[in-house]
T-cell receptor, first 113, second 118 residues
Framework: AQSVTQPDIHITVSEGASLELRCNYS??????LFWYVQSPGQGLQLLLK??????LVQGIKGFEAEFKRSQSSFNLRKPSVHWSDAAEYFC???????????FGAGTTVTVRA | NAGVMQNPRHLVRRRGQEARLRCSPM?????VYWYRQLPEEGLKFMVY????????ESGMPKERFSAEFPKEGPSILRIQQVVRGDSAAYFC????????????????FGQGTRLTVV
């Protein structure tokens, strides 16, 4: 069975500082990995996804994530956060040609001035 | 082009009442997925529907829950005789085709409906 763990429930970061959100997964086959963001009052938006190839994936809004198979991790990073990055972030794992995703519990990011 | 629209955004029901959650997919999308997020947990898949067909309801509780996606109108998730444990956020997503949720085609999520059972 596939599962996703986001160890940090809540992270507070200063504007302009770097951000890293952790994601660990458990999956029997080659996983397809995703990061979604939910800003207040909005739906989930896809930030980036990893299927194969280069293990460093670039996404929208200046985010990137690195797939590390040996650590079963897919951590999300941003070099310099903006106040608008305050949101809830979800990591998810899926399978090839499947329509179901397994989500982590989410990490809430607060940005202080 | 409006995104996935869910209504209501917030719904309060007393124990034993019925809850009806609506989801209008993006224009041109004929595939709808419902997910539930219980407090402190990640989103969990409930059901996958195409127009007039339930494709996979493996994540739906066996009793009290039902879903439909009629030929005309929004997809409806219905919960009969609600209990406190049904309190959660319910998310709907839609995609233009199947091939995987985000694998070959991105799925778009709505804002969710937050159901509170008192």
């Amino acid at each position: 069975a596939q599962s996703v763990t986001q160890p940090d429930i809540h992270i507070t970061v200063s504007e302009g500082a770097s951000l890293e959100l952790r994601c660990n997964y458990s999956y029997g086959a080659t996983p397809y990995l995703f990061w979604y963001v939910q800003s207040p009052g909005q739906g989930l938006q896809l930030l980036l996804k990893y299927f194969s190839g280069d293990t460093l994936v670039q996404g929208i809004k200046g985010f990137e994530a690195e797939f590390k198979r040996s650590q079963s991790s897919f951590n999300l990073r941003k070099p310099s956060v903006h106040w608008s990055d305050a949101a809830e972030y979800f990591c998810a794992v899926g399978a090839r040609s499947d329509y179901k995703l397994s989500f982590g519990a989410g990490t809430t990011v607060t940005v202080r001035a | 082009n409006a995104g996935v629209m869910q209504n209501p955004r917030h719904l309060v029901r007393r124990r034993g009442q019925e809850a009806r959650l609506r989801c209008s997919p993006m224009k041109g999308h004929s595939h709808v997925y419902w997910y539930r997020q219980l407090p402190e947990e990640g989103l969990k898949f409930m059901v996958y529907l195409q127009k007039e067909n339930i494709i996979d309801e493996s994540g739906m509780p066996k009793e009290r829950f039902s879903a439909e996606f009629p030929k005309e109108g929004p997809s409806i998730l219905r919960i009969q005789q609600v209990v406190r444990g049904d309190s959660a956020a319910y998310f709907c997503a839609s995609s233009p085709s199947t091939g995987g949720l985000g694998v070959n085609t991105e799925a778009f999520f709505g804002q969710g409906t937050r159901l509170t059972v008192v």
